[in-house]
């Protein structure tokens, strides 16, 4: 076996040894490595023909679907940085990252054409579409041109392992989108390290829920590949709709699920578990939340022989720490994060960045082969966010500062503890708002919390808990209050309690607590 | 009900301007109704048609369009 050292060449390695294994499937269409392999080239060889070169910014525009594998490949094949965009924001914050990325060319689908033509009629850097024919704008070519282009005269162009791959953009707490910059080498990493981790292998099935802007995606794009199995790429549809899931992971023959804990809590509702057979999932991994421990025990003891993951990392280092579950939780205590992965160390530092005494609380810092290159257009970001120590003179050991906080248990395994800016300070009390969301948690009747605090000045903030109840539970505000005056010390009781059907979540399904505090704020005018 | 769905859909889930939504559009693929939309009009119809939408009706064979539903309804 030849050793690999870019993305494309998982293709060509197994589009070489195994032409005909399916490499992608959506519903009922399906692609093969060796197609992948031709139509990824074809659509190289069309980017160079337009004058892409070595690291420009390609967009992907894309709900998930087959033509997705063929936009990643292509456009790394081309030498190119793909940058997936999210189809369900804004369209000025597209457009926004487009021109911080100053990409031309938007690769796309006809599913999205409306989109496509109101995001042309803001101001942008684009100058070419591809994956659609439009009428009256910039010149456009559709998927069937790509792939009768002859490939005679490609050459392919040198691609080195640090070479950049692709670009997330995630919004960040403050809300400005910082683009995090992925290469080869990391991106590449990522699925060696993972592929060690839990022993896939060929005959795996892996789930992709994910969309391509969110970086779970790099399981189904990179990990599958890399060990030659086959990736199911779940429609959109499925995903609001959990029994029709449920029924498609099972007719599927899924191996490895890999998808925010969210998902599977609301197949575990769906009350379709039973009606299915499940016996060929493997792997259970779930990242980017918290899995409320009291879902994760219903849920094992429904996936009896499946094995569990908890996987942890920003998107800056994509994953660095996993957790396998050995049996359903016996407690409701948070399970912890466990132990950083293969190529990679840790550090717990204090506010002044000092290694803090075993058993204590501070940030996690993380030293991989899977961290990022740095924010695309943001040197100042990129080093505030980098703990450097000096080996010699020279010799630096770069980490990058998670920015959230850990303690390590008696078993040397880490636990999360919430983010370092959800620790606020109301009149002088240092609160934990994660804390007090992990003891509402506890009672029977709640399903999902977010705790916020409302108010500007520290004068006149006030804690607000805003509930999403479980099914058929009959809450009871009065008794609920009284609860958190069993649970929680007084300072960090909330004033109100508040109660909302379901929460209004970010693309990638996690709890948008910016979101419920505008809705809170606007309410209260 | 018919249009009643469909300008509870159009004035308060629809995730970008739409003229006018035809029976037959899928609201799923499209992206048209969101996740927290979909609970929202799942909530919308048992109030409105007052009957029960079980956990496992949850499908898409019952939800991706207007037409769906309106036949959901009916078998109810």
């Known amino acids: ?525 | 009900m018919k249009n009643k769905i469909i300008s509870y859909i159009k004035s308060k889930l629809a995730t970008e301007v739409v003229e006018e939504i035809d029976i037959n559009e899928d609201l799923l693929g499209s992206g048209l109704v969101d996740s927290l939309g979909m609970v929202q009009l799942v909530l919308f119809i048992e109030n409105e048609a007052n009957i029960k939408v079980a956990p496992e009706d949850m499908t898409i064979e019952n939800f991706m369009t207007v037409n769906h539903i309106l036949k959901y309804i009916a078998r109810k």
């Open chain 1, 1 to 525: 076996m030849k050793s690999i050292y870019t993305l494309p060449q998982l293709i060509e390695n197994v589009a070489r040894a195994s032409p005909n294994r399916e490499a992608f499937r959506y519903l009922e269409e399906t692609i093969s490595y060796s197609e992948l392999h031709k139509k990824t080239d074809q659509l190289a060889s069309y980017l160079i023909s337009i004058g892409i070169k070595k690291g420009d910014r390609v967009s992907i525009f894309m709900n998930r679907c087959l033509e997705t594998s063929i936009a990643v490949y292509g456009t790394l094949k081309a030498g190119a940085v793909y940058v997936p965009l999210d189809t369900a924001a804004p369209l000025h914050k597209t457009a926004a990252i487009i021109n911080d990325c100053q990409i031309s060319c938007l690769i796309t689908t006809t599913t999205k054409r409306r989109k496509v033509d109101t995001l042309l009629n803001e101001k942008s850097t684009l100058n070419r579409v591809i994956g659609d024919t439009l009428k009256n704008s910039i010149p456009s070519v559709a998927w069937d041109d790509i792939f009768s282009i002859e490939l005679d005269d490609y050459i392919p162009p040198t691609i080195l392992e640090q070479d950049l791959a692709f670009i997330l953009y995630t919004s960040g707490s403050t809300g400005v989108p910082k683009g995090i910059m992925h290469t080869h080498y990391s991106g590449l990493s990522l699925a060696k390290i993972a592929a060690d981790t839990y022993d896939f292998n060929s005959d795996d099935i892996f789930g992709n829920p994910a969309p391509l802007h969110f970086d779970p995606s790099t399981f189904g794009y990179f990990v599958a590949p890399l060990v030659g199995a086959t990736t199911v790429i779940i429609p959109d549809a499925h995903l609001k709709m959990p029994a029709s899931l449920s029924a498609l992971i099972s007719k599927e023959r899924i191996t490895v699920w890999y998808s925010v804990p969210l998902m599977l809590i609301q197949l575990l509702h769906s009350e379709t578990l039973d009606k299915h057979d499940f016996s060929s999932l493997r792997w259970v991994l779930f990242a980017g939340e918290v899995f409320i421990t009291k879902h994760l025990r219903a849920l094992m003891k429904k996936w009896p022989n499946a094995r569990f993951s908890n996987l942890y990392g920003p998107a800056e280092l994509i994953l660095c720490t996993y957790y396998n579950v050995p049996e359903p939780p016996k407690t409701d205590e948070p399970i912890p994060i466990g132990k950083v992965w293969n190529n990679t160390e840790y550090k717990i530092l204090d506010q002044n960045n000092n290694d803090v005494s075993k058993g204590e609380i501070g940030q996690l810092a993380i030293r991989s082969a899977t961290l990022m290159q740095g924010y695309w257009n943001n040197k100042s970001l990129t080093e505030q966010s980098l703990h450097k120590v000096t080996i010699a003179s020279g010799y630096d050991h770069t980490y990058y500062k998670t920015g959230d906080l850990v303690k390590l248990n008696n078993l040397g395994e880490l636990l999360f503890l919430g983010r370092n800016d959800r620790q606020i300070k109301l009149r002088g009390y240092r609160v934990e708002l994660d804390e007090i969301e992990l003891t509402l948690l506890k009672h029977k009747d709640v399903e999902e919390v977010a705790v916020l605090v409302l108010g500007k000045d520290e004068e006149v903030q006030e804690l607000v808990a805003v509930i999403k109840p479980s099914k058929d539970a009959s809450i009871n505000l009065t008794y609920l209050m009284e609860f958190c005056k069993v649970e929680l010390p007084s300072y960090a009781i909330p004033k109100t309690i508040e109660f909302m059907d379901d929460f209004p979540r970010t693309s990638s399904g996690k709890i948008s607590r910016k979101e419920i505090s505008k809705l809170l704020e606007e309410h209260q005018l």
